[in-house]
């Protein structure tokens, strides 16, 4: 079975400081992985998606994450917070197969960015 | 940019009570899924549903769930006799084909589900 670890539920950083989420999966192959952003009251919006292509992965607002094999780690890093990037940010991985399959979340991290 | 859209965003029910929630996916997509969030906890999967019939449900999604596609736009979320514990935030998501089986599920913003 797949599962996702978030390491951290809060963290916080000063504004113009570097964010760094922890993401550790688990998985028999690597799957597709995907960091999810979540505003008060809110849905949660895509921020980037790993699918095998490139192991940096470019997303929206200036965040980005590594796919890296040995470690089962997708790290989300973003090199300067913004007070705007105060938010949930969950991790979740996909299992390759189906169209249809599900998504399996972490727990999430609280993302407080200090001015 | 095409948008999940999902009503209404706060339901209050007595327990007991039927609920039904809407969410209308994106045009073009075909999967389907319900996810729901209780209050500090994880997102959890209900259920997914493609082809008119549900591909994959979890343990969550007990007799008492049922999810339908009466039309060509609406998807539906059931709960027949609301528990307390059926309180949370429920997601609707739908992803589309065209890409390969890699493509992100989009999300509406929520219904917050209270049972009293």
């Known amino acids: 079975a797949q599962s996702v670890t978030q390491l951290g539920s809060h963290v916080s950083v000063s504004e113009g400081a570097l964010v760094l989420l922890r993401c550790n999966y688990s998985?028999?192959?690597?799957?597709?992985l995907f960091w999810y952003v979540q505003y008060p009251n809110q849905g949660l919006q895509l921020l980037l998606k790993?699918?095998?292509?490139?192991?940096l992965v470019k997303g929206i607002n200036g965040f980005e994450a590594e796919f890296k094999k040995s470690e089962t780690s997708f790290h989300l890093t973003k090199p300067s917070a913004h007070m705007s990037d105060a938010a949930e940010y969950f991790c979740?991985?996909?299992?390759?197969?189906?169209?249809?399959?599900?998504?399996?979340f972490g727990k999430g991290t609280r993302l407080s960015v200090i001015a | 940019e095409p948008e999940v859209t999902q009503t209404p965003s706060h339901q209050v029910t007595q327990m007991g009570q039927e609920v039904i929630l809407r969410c209308v996916p994106i045009?073009?997509?075909?999967?389907f899924y319900w996810y729901r969030q209780i209050l500090g906890q994880k997102v959890e999967f209900l259920v997914s549903?493609?082809?008119?019939?549900?591909?994959?449900k979890s343990e969550i999604f007990d007799d008492q769930f049922s999810v339908e596609r009466p039309d060509g736009s609406n998807f539906t979320l059931k709960i027949r006799s609301t528990k307390l514990e059926d309180s949370a935030m429920y997601f609707c998501a739908s992803k589309g084909v065209r890409g390969g089986n890699n493509q992100p599920q989009h999300f509406g913003d929520g219904t917050r589900l209270s049972i009293l």
């Open positions: 998985s028999s192959v690597p799957p597709y």
């Open positions: 549903f493609y082809n008119n019939e549900i591909s994959e």
């Open positions: 045009s073009n997509h075909l999967y």
């Open positions: 979740a991985v996909m299992a390759l197969g189906e169209g249809n399959t599900p998504l399996v």
């Open positions: 790993y699918t095998s292509a490139a192991t």
